[in-house]
């Protein structure tokens, strides 16, 4: 009888990857990468965090998100297994930031955002790789992008990198983070989802995900949902209209 054990490893030496987890928030990006981990894996797992963030709009989105992506793509309904949600309340503890906290969004000191929360993509990634170990799944998708962020050094290529050797080694298993936004702007994630699943899973993106940091979803944009002035809001909305003009032109 074939262990479990020697099953992934065989898996991974043929640079096949059966599972995959996705950090799934509902949002532009992570929707992105959970559709492009559905065209290419065969397994796709969701995880979501909760932290105390200042609205529970992500919370719910989410789930609808992930319901619309099943039904408007029945290739990939089958592939599309658990969803898993980890409760971190530890970050709104640490505070400090206006993603948790009731202040406004103003650069620091430093000169990166108040949005910044710090060691949550750590955080994240850390318990990812755990619930990878234990879920057998090879893969850990996360929508990081160096290209149109906000100064946030957990996202970079090389924090990713050093994560997944990290996790390489304290877990002793062969997990490998995808990273499908890296190099990506705004403009291209847009692009990508077209390539991936056409005006579909265009059109689901701008009504089913929510990326506003204030929660707001009164009023449809072009872009999607959103206050149309926070910080995240403003990036999506500039993404959108640069693709539309590339499409055009
Ligand atoms: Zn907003």
């Not at 099943?70 to 898993?84: K, M, N, Q």
């Not at 499908?180 to 899973?201: H, I, N, V, Y």
């Not at 993106?205 to 149309?228: A, F, M, N, P, S």
Request: net charge negative; proline share 2%.
């Amino acid at each position: 009888m074939i262990s479990r054990s020697s099953l992934s490893i065989s898996s991974s030496a043929t640079g096949c990857h059966k599972a995959a987890l996705v950090l799934f928030s509902g949002g532009q990006d992570s929707t992105t990468c959970l559709a492009q981990a559905l065209a290419r894996h065969e397994r796709v797992e969701t995880l979501g965090f909760d932290y105390g963030q200042r609205h529970g709009v992500e919370m719910q989105v989410r789930l609808r998100a992930r319901q619309a992506l099943a039904d408007a793509f029945p290739e990939w309904r089958g592939r599309l297994g658990e969803d898993h949600v980890l409760s971190l309340d530890v970050l709104s503890q640490i505070g400090g930031s206006s993603l948790t906290d009731d202040v406004a969004f103003e650069m620091q000191a430093d000169g990166l955002p108040n949005t910044f929360v710090p060691g949550r993509n750590l955080l994240f990634l850390t318990l990812a790789g755990a619930l990878a170990y234990r879920r057998g799944l090879s893969v850990i998708v996360t929508g990081v992008c160096e290209t149109d962020f906000s100064g946030y050094p957990d996202c970079r290529d090389d924090t990713m990198k050093a994560m997944q050797l990290a996790l390489n080694l304290g877990l002793e298993r062969r997990l490998l983070i995808e990273t499908p936004l890296m190099w990506l702007d705004k403009a291209q994630t847009w692009q990508l989802a077209q390539e991936l699943g056409g005006d579909r899973l265009v059109e689901l993106i701008r009504k089913e995900t929510h990326t506003c940091y204030l929660g707001v979803r009164e009023q449809l944009h072009d872009w999607g949902y959103g206050c149309g002035e926070c910080p995240a809001c403003r990036l999506r909305a500039q993404g959108w209209e640069r693709w539309e003009r590339q499409q055009k032109g």
